[in-house]
């Protein structure tokens, strides 16, 4: 059953957090625990993003009050490299937003996640 908001009833969204330390791989891209891989296109898929795939939104998007770490699943994946992502409130509310491939990144399930209150 999925919550309907956080205490006092307050629309609430799910948050990726992460538990360890993000830092810079040798490619620019940011890793957590571990160390980054030297060749991270060794890994087959590695940073393919598909249809149905849970995603993290990397940045604040306050037109639609989204916040870098917001969760959402990927419903279409553009020709042109764009990605439409549906985000869902913990009310049932949704949103679907066009976002580019560096406005999000695949969730690697290396946090945690939480509730966060939604943007009013």
């Not at 948050?15 to 890793?31: C, F, I, K, T, Y």
């Not at 306050?62 to 699943?73: E, Q, R, V, Y």
């Not at 992502?85 to 945690?112: C, M, N, P, Q, Y």
Request: charged share 25%; glycine share 12%; with cysteine.
């Amino acid at each position: 059953m999925i919550n309907q908001g956080l205490a006092g009833g307050e629309p609430a969204i799910l948050s990726a957090v992460p538990n360890q330390e993000e830092r810079a791989g040798p490619d620019g891209r940011l890793w957590r625990g571990g160390e980054p891989r030297s060749d991270p296109s060794s890994v087959l898929g590695a940073d393919m993003i598909q249809e149905l795939d849970s995603v993290i939104l990397a940045c604040d998007l306050a037109t639609h009050g989204l916040k870098k770490g917001d969760i959402g699943t990927v419903v279409l994946v553009g020709d042109t490299g764009s990605y439409e992502v549906e985000f869902i409130a913990a009310d049932g509310e949704t949103k679907l937003v066009a976002l580019s491939r560096k406005e999000i990144r695949s969730l690697d399930h290396a946090g945690s996640l939480q509730l966060r209150p939604a943007a009013n």
